[in-house]
C-alpha cells in the first residue's frame, strides 16, 4: 500500500507537497512532533489530515480547520491515519521523507512511496 505521495505541479516537477499515510494514530502524534524541522535546509510544516470516503471518491480535510486540502485518486491509501508535509525541498525522495519521519511507522515503508503517473506514464500532478 502506498504509504508516501509527492504531489507534482503543471510542469511535472515536485511541488514542496506531500500526503504521508501512517499505520498508527501513535504515529501521526510523533509525526506532529517534526512540525517546523528542518529537512535538508527547508523548515517542513506537518498537518495532520482526515479523510472521507464517499460516492467513490475521497476527500483529505485539515483536522484543526476542517478545511478541504484535495480529493485524492484511488493511488494513494486510504486510512484513519494522514498527515500532510508542506514546504518540502523540491528534491525531497520518499526515502528523504521516511527517514525525516524517523521513528514514524509509514505505511508500506520506504516500499510504500508513489509518485501519481498519468497514463502516458508523466507525473500526472495529483
Request: a positive charge.
Amino acid at each position: 500500500k502506498n504509504g508516501v505521495h509527492i504531489e507534482m505541479n503543471e510542469r511535472g516537477k515536485p511541488s514542496g507537497t506531500a500526503i504521508v499515510q501512517l499505520k498508527t494514530e501513535i504515529d501521526v502524534e510523533n509525526a506532529l512532533k517534526f512540525h517546523k524541522q528542518k529537512l535538508g535546509t527547508r523548515y517542513v510544516d506537518v498537518i495532520s489530515l482526515t479523510t472521507k470516503v464517499e460516492e467513490g471518491t475521497t476527500t483529505i480535510v485539515d483536522s484543526k480547520t476542517t478545511a478541504k486540502v484535495k480529493t485524492t485518486s484511488p493511488g494513494l491509501h486510504h486510512g484513519a491515519f494522514t498527515i500532510q508535509l508542506n514546504g518540502l525541498p523540491w528534491t525531497a525522495t520518499q526515502e528523504q521523507i521516511c527517514h525525516f519521519l524517523f521513528g514514524c511507522e509509514v505505511a508500506g515503508g520506504k516500499n510504500g512511496v508513489h509518485i501519481e503517473m498519468n497514463d502516458r506514464g508523466k507525473p500526472s500532478g495529483t
